[in-house]
């Protein structure tokens, strides 16, 4: 059976860290790119960070370039999402997701969008 399951989301205070991790059973993590998406109260799902399979090419949201870092293990099949400085604007349910990224004639990422695979999300709240 196919899974993704995130772990690691929590109420943190602004200024705090986080570290989500996303497990992968059922297939071999490897061959897929992998994206960090949340989706805020009354707003639309967002890409936050993706991986490359390949090359380890990385794409970040404006809004947490420089605060997040997103890894890979493949020995371990997990994903990680390390999230520094938090804002309350972080504030999400936070999801993995098997992904695609779009790259420019330069080979920098532009974007990501979310596959086949999802999982089920964890919550992320930054709040004093």
């Known amino acids: 059976q196919v899974q993704l399951v995130e772990s690691g989301g929590g109420l943190v205070q602004p200024g705090g860290s986080l570290r989500l991790s996303c497990a992968a059973s059922?297939?071999?993590?490897?061959?897929?790119?992998i994206g960090w998406f949340r989706q805020a109260p009354g707003k639309e799902r967002e890409g936050v960070s993706c991986i490359s399979s390949s090359d380890g090419s990385t794409y970040y949201a404006d809004s947490v370039k420089g605060r997040f870092t997103i890894s890979r293990d493949n020995a371990k099949n997990t994903a990680y999402l390390q999230m520094n400085s938090l804002k309350p604007e972080d504030t999400a349910v936070y999801y993995c997701?098997?992904?695609?990224?779009?790259?420019?004639?330069?080979?920098?990422?532009?974007?990501?969008?979310?596959?086949?695979?999802w999982g089920k999300g964890t919550l992320v709240a930054v709040s004093a």
């Open positions: 997701a098997t992904a695609s990224l779009y790259y420019n004639d330069y080979g920098e990422a532009l974007t990501c969008y979310g596959m086949d695979y």
């Open positions: 059922g297939f071999t993590l490897d061959y897929y790119a």
